[in-house]
């Protein structure tokens, strides 16, 4: 099944034409998650033809405002538009308020539910879990909560080679064999093992997103064999002090995050409004983590 992501915005809070603040969209199968919202999502949203009625989850890092300020209009268009999904929203606490006060005094009101759940800046906390996939927060270290969040898919049961099966084979069996047991027929004596009569299944894949942060070491453990990690790069490495200054990243400090985590893919994004190109972000990256790419508007990339 098709796991990606659409990177809908990548610059960081001072706004500039050639970039939209933070906002990515995950799709898994025919779900699609909305990961911050920075102001203007909605009309890049339909400029990528985005069919909104899927995303019924938003996952918010941070009430920094290139995170979240994007997020009242959505909800109010979808509302406009006479969206009736309910609507799932992942994110520090206070966000619910924020979006009570801003529609109290609108006077709208909404033809859907909001379902809140509250990120713990703290420790992990699983904040989704369904058939399709499980969803960590990461705590981050900036200058207020933030959270990042793990997606890992679910790994597909063993796929039945049915033909190999004698006819009428007890349906019971038939979920042994799936779930990687041996079955016997108690009546011959013959074993029927799970590796003959069953291929391997869609393996579980995994996405961790990581933006906006401090180098931290303490994240790796969490993030270990994760397949691909978007790590924000706001800052070239000539800039480091002002990325410690700011409770932000360099490439190398991403990329060193993604090397230690054994990911198999970097993302890097979320650049400062000082680079007119990334080509720096881009090198300085490679010398550590070699499968680094650089977040682009519009790109989708498999994860
Ligand atoms: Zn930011
Ligand atoms: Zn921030």
Redesign the pocket.
Known sequence: MNFELLVIGTG??TPVLEHNP?AYLLTYDNEQFLIDCGEGTQFRILEYKVRSSRIRHIFISHL?G??YFGLVGLISSWNLNQRKEDLTIYAPKELAEILTIQFKHSHTFLHFKINFVATNPNEPLLVLDNQLLSVESIPLVHRIDCCGFLFRTKAAKRKLLAEKLPENFPIPYIKMLKDGLDVEDELTGKIYKSEDYTTIGTPSRSFAYC??TAYNEQMVSQLQDVNTIFHEATFVESELKRAEYTNHSTAIQAATIAKKANAEQLIIG?YSSRYKTLETHLTEAKQVFENTHLALEGVTYKL
Do not use: F, I, T
Request: glycine fraction near 0%; aromatic fraction near 0%.
């Open positions: 960081s809070a933070s920094h290139d995170h933006s906006d979320h």
